[in-house]
């Protein structure tokens, strides 16, 4: 590989999470997911070395509109047992948890509309 430039994209730094009420979305994210918050941004919460950061587009004059199909995918371990205490939380599930043959997912939205699923990878994957 070439030398590397400013122009270069070397990783993600952060996914927008757009909302018509960020303390609303930061108690989902922080309290019911159980995000780790960013100890230096109030509407900023970290899934493993993902930031994720809230912000209101109708403050900057921009129309609000939920992200649709580009779903995050929340690494869990066990999703049965993730999805039912989320379920406990109050969240609701659209369907039912989908087994691809390789992974499971099971897909929800935040208050904002925002697609989301839960993603458990159960087959190791072939060299």
């Not at 997911?33 to 587009?57: N, Q, S, V």
């Not at 929340?74 to 406990?88: C, K, M, S, Y």
Request: aromatic fraction near 12%.
């Amino acid at each position: 590989m070439g030398a590397t430039t400013s122009s270069t994209i070397t990783k993600l730094d952060f996914v927008a999470i757009p909302s018509r009420d960020a303390e609303r979305s930061a108690r989902f994210y922080g309290e019911t997911l159980g995000l780790r918050p960013d100890e230096h941004a109030k509407y900023e919460f970290w899934a493993g070395d993902t930031c994720l950061g809230i912000w209101e587009p109708e403050r900057f004059g921009r129309p609000f509109e939920p992200q649709r199909n580009g779903h995050l995918a929340f690494h869990v371990d066990d999703i049965e047992a993730a999805r039912a205490e989320l379920e406990a939380k109050g969240v609701e599930f659209m369907g039912e948890t989908l087994d691809t043959g390789v992974c499971k997912m099971a897909f929800f939205r935040d208050p904002d509309g925002n697609d989301l699923l839960l993603h458990s990878r159960y087959k190791p994957y072939e060299s």
